[in-house]
């Protein structure tokens, strides 16, 4: 098998804007010249995380892990909230869990809505690096005259992904796809929260598992909104699995995200003027991209024994071998 | 009380998701997410029934207490 990759200066690009959006949200936007998307994700990030810190109390530290040198912390792990690093770092040190004071947590009424509200800063952090990234593709990878651009770039893909599980393949296309993998993970959800009586999305109770539900997005969110006053008061028999399958369906929506972001970033390239392919790992013989067309680049399959190209265009790049036989 | 029967049928459930994912993941046609879901699943389940039947049986020799 193998691989439509973006350019070299592309490539370059993309590592800063991931960092940096991860650092701040918005920032790796700014980077790549999109500082009206920038500021959306900055004040998107930063007023749930602060609304969030004060609902709560800043009772979402006493679920970090400070690591110190002496007195001091040197970095506060609190997930999901460090998607959001910076200010995360900086609020956590700034402000201390009122449980710290003598308050019990409930005595905090909408602490459960302030974890919500902070998690989904961190979440939508991440998120915003794919985003950040599938700009940079958008906006350096020119599509080739004749060619029509694809609807939605790769982290539009992504994100709605984390939307709504499988929205990002059927935007793209891919509708067996979406109702594959969209059914999957939120019956999946909605088993383990069955299981579970509809308690077990809880922070207070489980702060490990609540960290991978939250991956799960919209659904999850809104779900977590509606339960907030459902608490676990009589032994159930099968929590444990319930909570297995909730937290397993945040994960798995992170792995749709990022398979959403790899095929629309293979439907970007496709059409884009400058081309790379690499081998990936997979079958022997299943090498190229299948295409036809006239001009632009044959590939011959990654130095796998296969035979394929890339779809071409008029007027496309003439192939370059490169060190594993390919051409670009 | 776990009921044996209800296990083995979320584990079912748990394989099939789990198969549907990383075929998902790998693959891009219909066809082969469907060929792959089968083999993936059923190594999954396979491998999680093993552990479980070898747990169960040296929980029931070795590891009693009065052995």
Same mark, same amino acid.
């Given at each position: 098998m193998a691989v439509i990759v973006p350019a070299k200066s592309t490539r370059e690009r993309i590592v800063p804007a991931v960092g940096f959006s991860i650092l701040i949200p918005g920032l790796g936007h700014y980077l790549a010249g999109r500082k009206k998307e920038a500021l959306y994700w900055f004040f998107a990030c930063q007023i749930t995380l602060l609304l969030g810190m004060m609902l709560a109390g800043h009772t979402q530290n006493d679920y970090g892990f400070p690591f110190k040198i002496g007195d001091a912390t040197i970095l506060f792990v609190l997930l999901p909230e460090c998607g959001n690093f910076l200010v995360t770092q900086i609020v956590t040190r700034m402000y201390e869990s009122i449980e710290a004071g003598?308050? +019990? &947590?409930?005595? @905090? &009424?909408w602490r459960q809505f302030g974890y919500l509200l902070s998690g989904m800063s961190g979440v939508l952090g991440m998120f915003s690096a794919a985003h950040a990234s599938g700009c940079v593709i958008a906006d350096n990878e020119k599509i080739r005259s004749g060619q029509v651009a694809p609807k939605i770039h790769p982290g539009k893909a992504a994100l709605l992904t984390l939307l709504l599980p499988g929205l990002g393949h059927w935007v793209t296309g891919r509708r067996f796809k979406a109702y594959l993998l969209g059914g999957a993970i939120i019956g999946l959800f909605l088993l383990g929260m069955t299981l579970g009586g509809f308690g077990d999305f809880d922070r207070q109770r489980h702060p490990y598992y609540w960290a991978g539900q939250m991956m799960l997005g919209g659904v999850g969110w809104l779900t977590s909104a509606l339960t907030s $006053?459902?608490? @676990?008061v009589e032994h159930k028999p099968y929590i444990d699995a319930g909570l297995l399958f909730t937290t397993s369906a945040g994960f798995f929506n992170v792995i749709a995200a990022l398979d959403a972001f790899h095929r629309a970033e293979q439907d970007w390239l496709a059409v884009g003027a400058q081309v790379e392919v690499k081998a990936a790992s $997979? &079958?022997? $013989? +299943?090498g190229g991209v299948p295409g036809a067309g006239p001009g632009g680049i044959t590939g011959a399959g990654g130095g796998l024994k296969g035979a394929g190209g890339i779809p071409g265009g008029a007027g496309g790049t003439p192939p370059t071998p490169d060190k594993q036989g390919n051409q670009s | 009380m776990i009921n044996s029967i209800v296990m083995f049928v979320l584990l079912v459930i748990f394989s099939l998701v789990l198969s549907i994912v990383l075929s998902c993941y790998r693959e891009d046609d219909k066809s082969a997410i469907l060929k792959g879901m089968a083999r993936r699943g059923a190594v999954f389940f396979v491998a999680v029934a093993g552990f479980a039947a070898v747990a169960y049986m040296i929980s029931g020799t070795f590891l009693l207490p009065s052995s």
């Amino acid at each position: 098998m193998a691989v439509i990759v973006p350019a070299k200066s592309t490539r370059e690009r993309i590592v800063p804007a991931v960092g940096f959006s991860i650092l701040i949200p918005g920032l790796g936007h700014y980077l790549a010249g999109r500082k009206k998307e920038a500021l959306y994700w900055f004040f998107a990030c930063q007023i749930t995380l602060l609304l969030g810190m004060m609902l709560a109390g800043h009772t979402q530290n006493d679920y970090g892990f400070p690591f110190k040198i002496g007195d001091a912390t040197i970095l506060f792990v609190l997930l999901p909230e460090c998607g959001n690093f910076l200010v995360t770092q900086i609020v956590t040190r700034m402000y201390e869990s009122i449980e710290a004071g003598g308050s +019990a &947590p409930t005595d @905090i &009424p909408w602490r459960q809505f302030g974890y919500l509200l902070s998690g989904m800063s961190g979440v939508l952090g991440m998120f915003s690096a794919a985003h950040a990234s599938g700009c940079v593709i958008a906006d350096n990878e020119k599509i080739r005259s004749g060619q029509v651009a694809p609807k939605i770039h790769p982290g539009k893909a992504a994100l709605l992904t984390l939307l709504l599980p499988g929205l990002g393949h059927w935007v793209t296309g891919r509708r067996f796809k979406a109702y594959l993998l969209g059914g999957a993970i939120i019956g999946l959800f909605l088993l383990g929260m069955t299981l579970g009586g509809f308690g077990d999305f809880d922070r207070q109770r489980h702060p490990y598992y609540w960290a991978g539900q939250m991956m799960l997005g919209g659904v999850g969110w809104l779900t977590s909104a509606l339960t907030s $006053g459902v608490y @676990i008061v009589e032994h159930k028999p099968y929590i444990d699995a319930g909570l297995l399958f909730t937290t397993s369906a945040g994960f798995f929506n992170v792995i749709a995200a990022l398979d959403a972001f790899h095929r629309a970033e293979q439907d970007w390239l496709a059409v884009g003027a400058q081309v790379e392919v690499k081998a990936a790992s $997979g &079958p022997k $013989g +299943a090498g190229g991209v299948p295409g036809a067309g006239p001009g632009g680049i044959t590939g011959a399959g990654g130095g796998l024994k296969g035979a394929g190209g890339i779809p071409g265009g008029a007027g496309g790049t003439p192939p370059t071998p490169d060190k594993q036989g390919n051409q670009s | 009380m776990i009921n044996s029967i209800v296990m083995f049928v979320l584990l079912v459930i748990f394989s099939l998701v789990l198969s549907i994912v990383l075929s998902c993941y790998r693959e891009d046609d219909k066809s082969a997410i469907l060929k792959g879901m089968a083999r993936r699943g059923a190594v999954f389940f396979v491998a999680v029934a093993g552990f479980a039947a070898v747990a169960y049986m040296i929980s029931g020799t070795f590891l009693l207490p009065s052995s």
